[in-house]
């Protein structure tokens, strides 16, 4: 086979890197076609004249991103349902509500830490030590994957799960597709947050005869929008971590489900997120345990990012005795490296690791970005602090205009997409909101805070920004003195009250 690129070690990018690059220019230029079985790891490291390690990392990089997917048997292909955009040079879904789908098969789509709190050098220890060893012990079987991912379960969200409860799909959207097939006839109604997952909307309104929208206040899903409905077969919420709000379902709420539910036969779809993202305290008991009916939805992609997509569902003995026969279902998704890889992580107490820090690292965020916007920005917005997860959600004053709103925050570099996406009606996306994180994507970026400074003052005084003052290069990112040496720019400013939403 031909050297498919150059992969030159005294270029900046890492070896890994460069092979991955090497590999997307071939399927974009349709050289690599969907479909298609890829050297394996020993013959691409041998090809090279790399280590085994750079290899795999440059595999399940791919794999990740929705480039390659493992095939039962062992081989790797190139994603066949991936099609080449020539134009663009865009690989992307031939399905139905492609988007969305395509969006979270390369993890855009999943609220998830940013690049420099992932476990990196965690994971790439374990699949260094796995791939020294021999090939028998470097691929785990399901069994163990399954044993190791309900012993998880067990200890951190207090699941009372056997491996035989467990389904693994390779990523999120899977799992909730396989809901919608198995679980939802055409005639049926369900029921899902508004705000939302938009994944779950766009597979469950393919599915059932209608959707109706539960909205979200500081208490969680309205579940008295229920009462008064029949039929639901189906309802889809996020009690211990709802994005993007963030608000954890109040116990007065999850007896209203509970009892609805109970009455009406239906099934309670539990999307926990990233519920072990929980500030203050422990994160609340999942309805798993307390509702027969609960199918448990859960994805290492919201702790591991890019590292690791693998997703699961956990579906008591009576719902899995009605599926269909003449399938295993139980396997959903083979064995490979990056299974490996995932159990060695939980095995070793690594993973419970990297979300303690991850979760007292975005605590401590947290609280400096409530005492800056509690003190600078009174009359300007009003914040849903919620408890769980990686932002912050925003709802500016009614007196600016969104389209101003949004120029100002498009002036200061602040993102706004990825929240209109969540609402599913026209109406509530109209009002002016933004998810602000807790931390940068990259350690070197400016400040959030910095920008909605930017933000506020273009408001306030149209046409006149402050540009937002760079850290050095020597400051740790969590420094806030830039953000200190700004405030002087907004001292004569008289702010009426801020109001606090949340728990």
């Given amino acids: 086979m031909a050297k498919r690129g150059k992969v030159a070690p005294e270029c900046e990018a890492p070896l890994y890197k460069q092979l991955e690059e090497s590999f997307i220019a071939e399927i974009a230029a349709g050289r690599l076609k969907p479909g298609d079985v890829v050297p394996s790891t020993y013959t691409l490291a041998e090809q090279y004249g790399i280590s085994r390690v750079t290899a795999v990392r440059c595999y399940e990089e791919l794999k990740g991103r929705g480039f390659l997917v493992a095939r039962r ?25 492609a988007k969305s789908r395509f969006d979270n098969l390369f993890g855009e789509s999943l609220p998830k830490p940013p690049a420099h709190l992932l476990p990196t050098k965690a994971w790439i220890k374990a699949m260094q030590s796995l791939a020294e060893s021999n090939a028998q012990d ?31 799909f390779d990523s999120k959207w899977q799992a909730i597709a396989f809901v919608a097939k198995n679980f939802l006839a055409p005639g049926d109604r369900v029921a899902v947050e508004n705000p939302g997952d938009p994944l779950i909307f766009g597979e469950f309104s393919g599915r059932a005869a209608s959707v109706d929208l539960m909205p979200v206040d500081r208490e969680g899903a309205l579940v008295e929008n229920l009462e008064a409905l029949s039929g639901i077969r189906l309802i889809a919420v996020s009690p211990c971590a709802q994005h993007p709000t963030g608000v954890i379902m109040s116990e007065r709420r999850r007896q209203q489900l509970s009892r609805y539910a109970g009455q009406n036969e239906a099934i309670l779809l539990e999307d926990d997120g990233a519920a072990l993202i929980r500030f203050g305290k422990q994160p609340e008991p999942a309805l798993y345990n307390k509702f027969k009916d609960a199918i448990h ?31 295993d279902t139980r396997v959903f998704s083979q064995p490979t490296f990056v299974h490996s890889t ?34 600078e920005f009174k009359d300007i917005l009003t914040v849903n602090a919620g408890a769980t997860g990686f932002d912050l959600l925003l709802r500016f004053n009614s007196r600016f205009h969104k389209n101003e709103i949004l120029q100002a925050l498009q002036i200061s570099g602040i993102e706004t997409g990825r929240l209109d996406r969540c609402y599913l009606d026209t109406g509530a996306s109209e009002s002016a909101q933004v998810l602000l994180p807790l931390l940068p994507e990259q350690e070197f970026l400016s400040n959030s805070i910095e920008k909605l400074l930017n933000a506020k003052l273009h408001l306030l005084s149209p046409g006149v920004v402050v540009s937002p003052i ?12 830039p953000v200190n040496q700004s405030f002087a720019a907004f001292q004569n400013v008289q702010n009426p009250r801020l109001m606090y939403i949340g728990q």
């Fill in 297 to 327: 939805l859960g994805s290492f992609g919201h702790y591991l990012g890019s590292l690791c997509q693998i997703a699961y569902l956990v579906v008591p003995d009576h719902l899995l005795e009605k599926l269909s026969g003449d399938i």
């Fill in 342 to 375: 995932l159990v060695k992580l939980i095995e070793s107490g690594m993973l419970e690791l990297a979300i303690f820090k991850q979760r007292a690292v975005l605590h401590k965020h947290r609280q400096q970005i409530l005492s800056v916007l509690l003190a």
């Fill in 470 to 481: 760079a850290p050095a290069a020597s400051e740790k990112s969590n420094d806030f003195s």
């Fill in 138 to 168: 470097s691929l785990i079987g399901v069994p163990r994957l399954r044993g190791a991912i309900a012993s998880f379960l067990m200890r951190m969200r207090g699941l009372s799960v056997y491996p035989r409860n467990l389904l693994l």
């Fill in 73 to 97: 048997g062992g081989s790797t292909v190139v994603n066949p349902r991936l099609a080449v955009d020539s134009d663009n040079v865009l690989l992307k879904s031939n399905e139905s509500f």
